[in-house]
């Protein structure tokens, strides 16, 4: 893949930057900045070499009939530019006079963003002729493409793979960064290997186990998805989260796992709720005997230390997904504990990564720094279909381009 020094001398030369900027906001406050941060290295490599760099990005979920309010990327714009220390100018629009006459108003080593690019419906269309105009649109306002947003790699949009193949392209720093982590991760890791997979829903990492029940020695499942495992051994389940879709699967995972010879690790307690609140009442029970009228809600501390000893000796560990509902106290133990087994990990030399989404939000959220882990990935459905072994279009692109 060509990297931003193969797009030649770039002074005075347009260059439009795909980011991720898709960032939790609470009434209009950005409440974790990781992303933005992740996007100045190239940013600012870029004006630094004379780029007028245009940055463009998505936010949420809009309509994709016009300019939505609360999906405006004004705080990413206000943020960026305070990381950057230079003023960062928004357009009004994806591609309309707005964005023409900003652009068109640069000078080298200025940054404007286009504001939220799924405001326009060209960028998420399904069929490529329906996207073509909106990347037409898009790659007429630079002279080159740079891929710098990880967390969309995995879809295949205007902005993502249409554009590539209209400019001269090149993959950003902190692409490079996440394909050369997850490469590691692939390909001959350092043993023992041990993957940590949390998170609500099982069907969402049904693709994972099944690609790592060949590739990694030791699996920890909690999270939500955890009871649908319980379930397949048999087990009261209680009130908890439970998809019996995926129950004939998990079978087949435990016993896949067992002849292969993978430990597929599951908690031997649960702290269990009445309810899902921080105030409801709660117990601490085995994993084989959760009370009828309780639901699960993390792992409880016997299986947090038995994860902790399944991470001690580990060379390689992947993490994605919490252990239980982080956000209230009560219930944040298990992933403060697998959080702290990793940290110790890394200061023995291991590589962690720990796998974006819910994962990174709840690092940050208890308090551990990004820099006590090998690498903390910006995009969690990106690097889960990386690990599944799928295509990811807007990495293939830059490949061919």
């Known amino acids: 893949m060509s990297e931003i020094a193969s797009l030649g001398d770039l002074r005075g030369k347009r260059v439009l930057v795909r ?5 939790p906001l609470s009434g209009g406050a950005i409440t974790d900045d990781g992303r933005v941060r992740a996007s100045v290295p190239t940013i600012k490599a870029l004006t630094e070499a004379g ?4 940055v463009c990005a998505h936010l949420g979920r809009p309509s994709g009939t016009g300019f939505e309010e609360k999906y405006s990327l004004a705080p990413a714009a206000a943020r960026l530019g305070e990381l950057l220390g230079q003023p960062v ?8 006079e707005s964005a023409k006459a900003a652009v068109a108003g640069m000078a080298d080593g200025d940054v404007v963003m286009l504001e939220n690019l799924r405001f326009n419906a060209g960028e998420t269309a399904k069929v490529d002729a329906d996207r073509a105009e909106f990347a037409d649109a898009l790659a007429g ?35 490079k960064a996440e394909v050369d982590v ?21 069907a ?13 020695d030791r699996l920890l499942i909690g999270g939500g998805m955890l009871f649908t495992f319980l379930a397949a051994q048999g087990h009261e389940i209680g009130k908890s989260l439970f998809d019996a879709d995926s129950v004939e699967a998990c079978k087949g995972y435990l016993e896949r796992a067992k002849e292969s010879g993978v430990e597929l690790i599951l908690p031997v307690d649960i702290v269990c709720g009445r309810e ?17 009228d309780m639901m699960g809600l993390d792992i409880g501390p016997k299986s947090a230390e038995l994860y902790a000893s399944k991470l001690a000796d580990a060379k390689t560990v992947f993490w994605n997904g919490p252990m239980g509902a982080f956000e209230m106290a009560p219930f944040a133990a298990g992933t403060q504990a697998v959080a702290q087994a990793l940290v110790d990990a890394t200061a023995q030399g291991a590589l962690t990564v720990v796998g974006g989404g819910d994962s990174a939000a709840a690092v940050r959220q208890l308090g551990v720094a990004d820099d006590q882990f090998g690498h903390i990935s910006t995009g969690g459905g990106a690097s889960l279909e990386y690990l599944e072994g799928k295509d990811l279009p807007g990495i293939s692109i830059l490949e061919r381009s």
């Open 141 to 175: 306002l630079a002279d080159a493409y740079v891929s710098d947003g990880f967390g969309v790699v995995h879809r295949k949009q205007a902005s993502v793979y249409d554009v590539a193949t209209r400019l001269p392209s090149a993959m950003g720093g902190l692409v």
């Open 19 to 23: 980011s991720d900027l898709n960032v």
């Open 276 to 292: 899902f609140s921080a105030d409801t009442e709660t117990a601490t029970v085995a994993a084989d005997a959760i009370p009828a």
């Open 182 to 202: 997850l490469r590691r991760l692939t390909v001959d890791p350092e043993r023992p290997y041990a993957v940590v997979l949390g998170g609500a829903k099982v």
């Open 51 to 54: 780029a007028r760099v245009i």
């Open 89 to 96: 100018t928004l357009a009004a629009d994806t591609v309309g």
């Open 204 to 216: 969402d990492k049904l693709a994972v186990i099944d690609n790592l029940l060949g590739k990694a």
